[in-house]
């Protein structure tokens, strides 16, 4: 006997009603928006105990990534976060307050500014994407390396008509 889920009874519920609907995308993305719930818990656990918000996270995730010597102009912030220019400049002040991070001079534009991350912005970001990498393998543990390719793909193929380029 296959294992069922509380979409499985919730579906059930609607075909026994409903017969005459289709209810195959209800069966993939009640399951995501489900799955979508634990995760954000598990972020915000993962970023609260590197003592930071999620959005906080977001920012000095992107400044982490850019690589040595973790520096992006607000412009670049802005196009990684998709927020207006109003919440990024807010954001960058809010962190740069917590000194998470910096800004600094453009050195090929006076008139620039880069934001930076400090060396506490770099402690708690590695912080968290290592407890929130622990967190979401816990999310994935019944799932198996080929299992888990062949979600990736999947998804992949359905996030890629979604993406902001």
Do not use: C, Y
Request: glycine fraction near 6%; charge should be negative; avoid cysteine.
């Amino acid at each position: 006997m296959s294992e069922s889920d509380e979409v499985d009874r919730i579906v059930d519920a609607w075909e026994r009603e409903r017969p005459d609907l289709d209810f195959a995308p209800l069966q993939v993305l009640s399951r995501v928006k489900r799955l979508a719930l634990h995760l954000e818990r598990a972020r915000r656990s993962s970023f609260g105990e590197a003592g930071l918000e999620s959005w906080e996270f977001d920012v000095l995730s992107a400044l982490r990534r850019a690589g040595e010597p973790h520096e992006l102009s607000p412009k670049q912030l802005l196009q990684q976060n998709l927020v207006s220019s109003g919440t990024m400049t807010n954001r960058i002040d809010r962190l740069e307050q917590r000194g998470l991070v910096e800004r600094r001079i453009h050195p090929n534009d006076g008139r620039g500014v880069l934001v930076a991350l400090s060396d506490d912005g770099l402690t708690r970001v590695d912080s968290a994407i290592e407890r929130l990498l622990s967190a979401e393998d816990e999310l994935l543990g019944n799932l198996s390396r080929k299992d888990l390719g062949e979600l990736t793909a999947l998804l992949r193929r359905l996030s890629i008509a979604f993406d902001i380029v």
